[in-house]
Structures are given as C-alpha cells and as structure tokens.
Nanobody
Framework: QVQLVESGGGSVQAGGSRRLSCQTS????????MGWFRQAPGKEREFVAA????????LYADSVKGRFTISVDNGKNTVYLQMNSLRPEDTAVYYC???????????????????WGQGTQVTVSS
C-alpha cells in the first residue's frame, strides 16, 4: 500500500522560498518514481517535477525550471520540493504523486496517475 502525506505548505511573499515534504510509506521510494503536481483554483492539475526511483533523473515543468528542485532522502522515506523565487502564479494546492517513471508522471493525464497524497496549500502573495 502506497501512502503519501504532504506537508510544508503555507503563505509566503513573492520572491520567497518554501520547502514541501512528502512522507512515503514502506519501500515506495525504491519502487516508484515520485512527482509533484499542483492545482490552482479553476485550473487543471498540472505536472511540476518528477524524480526517478534511483534519484538519478529529474524532470521539471518549464514554468518552474531553475526555481524548483525535487530531491529524495531515502533514509527518511521523504521526497522534497524546494521552491525558490516564488511567484503569485505558483499559488496552488501541491500534490505528491507516485507512478512507474518520471516520464509517466510528466506526460500522463493526472487522473491516470496511480498514487496521490492529500495535497498542501501554497499561497504566494505579491
């Protein structure tokens, strides 16, 4: 059973930073690629970043490339999303997800992704 629990959301001013965490269950990190998605009010859930099960490969949406970094800590069974230079348009509910590969997370419709966390709200004020 894959369980994903996000934390770290909150309010931040534009230009600031925030780190999100996704606590995973069991051997999730060794078995699945992990990703972050986000959903702003009135918009579709969109891909943000993904990392391979080995941690050796990453993918990013163009809108966050150079500002966000996804990483894993296998000892803590945790996936992180470090968000820097935040913008008001980054405001959304951020979700942790797991599936077979970073590419699958990147190109698949969000409603076909296998595993999701409950989400954590990030609000960026100008």
């Amino acid at each position: 059973q894959v369980q994903l629990v996000e934390s770290g959301g909150g309010s931040v001013q534009a230009g600031g930073s925030r780190r999100l965490s996704c606590q995973t269950s069991g051997r999730t990190l060794g078995s699945y690629a992990m990703g972050w998605f986000r959903q702003a009010p009135g918009k579709e859930r969109e891909f943000v970043a993904a990392i391979s099960s080995s941690g050796g490969a990453t993918l990013y949406a163009d809108s966050v490339k150079g500002r966000f970094t996804i990483s894993v800590d296998n000892g803590k069974n945790t996936v992180y999303l470090q968000m820097n230079s935040l913008r008001p348009e980054d405001t959304a509910v951020y979700y942790c997800a797991a599936d077979s590969s970073p590419l699958t997370l990147h190109v698949s419709r969000w409603d076909t992704i296998n595993y999701w966390g409950q989400g954590t709200q990030v609000t960026v004020s100008s």
